[in-house]
């Protein structure tokens, strides 16, 4: 059975900077495509930022361009976000999901991932 387990939400200050984790449990990301998703009440989940797992190459919402990093770790079979600088407008419950196919023109789109994590609450906050 594939988990994939996040860690790393918290409360943090404006500014202030944290880094999720996304551990995969069951199974080794090979072709796949690792993408980080957040979602608020009432809204849509919205992409936040992706790795091609084999290829390392990045994407990123435009909102958070030059303040979040995703990298991985083939050694622990990990994917990392690391937020830096963060603003009230990034508090969400973060999620981890793995598209399998590695499908480069769906990478924005959540609808094309096949396994999701718990999800991780982040609050931006004074």
């Known amino acids: 059975q594939v988990q994939l387990v996040e860690s790393g939400g918290g409360l943090v200050q404006p500014g202030g900077s944290l880094r999720l984790s996304c551990a995969a449990v069951?199974?080794?990301?090979?072709?796949?495509?690792i993408g980080w998703f957040r979602q608020t009440p009432g809204k849509e989940r919205e992409f936040v930022a992706a790795?091609?797992?084999?290829?390392?190459?990045?994407f990123y919402a435009d909102s958070v361009k030059g303040r979040f990093t995703i990298s991985r770790d083939s050694a622990k079979n990990t994917v990392y976000l690391q937020m830096n600088n963060l603003k009230p407008d990034d508090t969400a419950v973060y999620y981890c999901?793995?598209?399998?196919?590695?499908?480069?023109?769906?990478?924005?789109?959540?609808?094309?991932?096949?396994?999701w994590g718990q999800g991780t609450q982040v609050t931006v906050s004074s």
């Open positions: 999901a793995e598209d399998v196919g590695g499908i480069l023109s769906s990478i924005w789109s959540h609808a094309n991932y096949d396994y």
């Open positions: 069951g199974r080794s990301f090979s072709n796949s495509n």
């Open positions: 790795i091609r797992w084999r290829a390392r190459t990045t």
